[in-house]
């Protein structure tokens, strides 16, 4: 093959590499519209979302509450004042890092018994799917009956997220990808000659 003949291949290789789009990490609005408050079912509401990593939790709430991310037993007994991190801004939100279990409450003594805990389970990003977001327990009405994850009943797109930025850990950037085409083609063009 001629030298223009792999050029354009390299060309049209690259155009196609930069026009793929990453896999885009999605922002939930933790209860909705109702927000993270007194009363509220968030087993029910994580029931139907997947969570992975490099998707944001966004807590919405009044003053007087927080948002206390927290170990299992924490989680289960309601127990404030050991929690991994904690915000009382009104508005926090939470970039998932790892695949796993996380468990959040509200750290003023008798809210968390009063619903104001969410226990889910993240996906690795790569799967992109493959767990369900119901609470490691599932339920966050009695979490202490069981303390084996779920298992996944099917795979669920989320329905009440907005798309974000890209994770940088779901797919390869553009510019990435685009630097591996050329790499290829080049060593081909190199080697051919």
Same mark, same amino acid.
């Given at each position: 093959?001629?030298?223009?003949?792999?050029?354009?291949?390299?060309?049209?290789?690259?155009?196609?590499?930069?026009?793929?789009?990453?896999?885009?990490?999605?922002?939930?609005?933790?209860?909705?519209?109702?927000?993270?408050?007194?009363?509220?079912?968030?087993?029910?509401?994580?029931?139907?979302?997947?969570?992975?990593?490099?998707?944001?939790?966004?807590?919405?709430?009044?003053?007087?509450?927080?948002?206390?991310?927290? *170990?299992?037993?924490?989680?289960? !007994?309601? $127990?404030? #004042?050991?929690?991994?991190?904690?915000? @009382? +801004?009104? =508005?926090? /939100?939470?970039?998932?890092?790892?695949?796993?279990?996380?468990?959040?409450?509200?750290?003023?003594?008798?809210?968390?018994?009063?619903?104001?805990?969410?226990?889910?389970?993240?996906?690795?990003?790569?799967?992109?799917?493959?767990?369900?977001?119901?609470?490691?327990?599932?339920?966050?009405?009695?979490?202490?009956?069981?303390?084996?994850?779920? *298992?996944?009943?099917?795979?669920? !797109?989320? $329905?009440? #997220?907005?798309?974000?930025?890209?994770? @940088? +850990?779901? =797919?390869? /950037?553009?510019?990435?990808?685009?630097?591996?085409?050329?790499?290829?083609?080049?060593?081909?063009?190199?080697?051919?000659?």
């Amino acid at each position: 093959m001629a030298l223009s003949g792999r050029i354009a291949i390299m060309v049209v290789l690259a155009v196609i590499c930069c026009g793929i789009p990453a896999v885009p990490a999605a922002v939930y609005t933790v209860g909705d519209s109702s927000g993270w408050a007194m009363g509220g079912d968030y087993g029910s509401w994580a029931t139907d979302k997947t969570f992975a990593v490099g998707d944001t939790l966004v807590f919405n709430y009044a003053p007087g509450h927080t948002v206390d991310e927290v *170990s299992a037993n924490d989680y289960k !007994t309601c $127990t404030t #004042g050991n929690s991994l991190s904690s915000d @009382s +801004s009104g =508005a926090t /939100s939470i970039t998932l890092k790892s695949a796993g279990s996380h468990y959040f409450i509200c750290g003023v003594p008798g809210h968390c018994s009063g619903g104001m805990k969410l226990a889910i389970t993240v996906a690795a990003a790569a799967s992109s799917g493959g767990s369900t977001g119901a609470s490691p327990s599932g339920t966050t009405t009695s979490p202490s009956t069981t303390t084996s994850p779920a *298992s996944p009943t099917g795979v669920t !797109t989320p $329905t009440a #997220g907005t798309l974000n930025q890209p994770s @940088s +850990s779901a =797919a390869l /950037s553009p510019a990435v990808a685009a630097f591996f085409t050329f790499s290829v083609v080049a060593f081909f063009l190199v080697k051919g000659n």
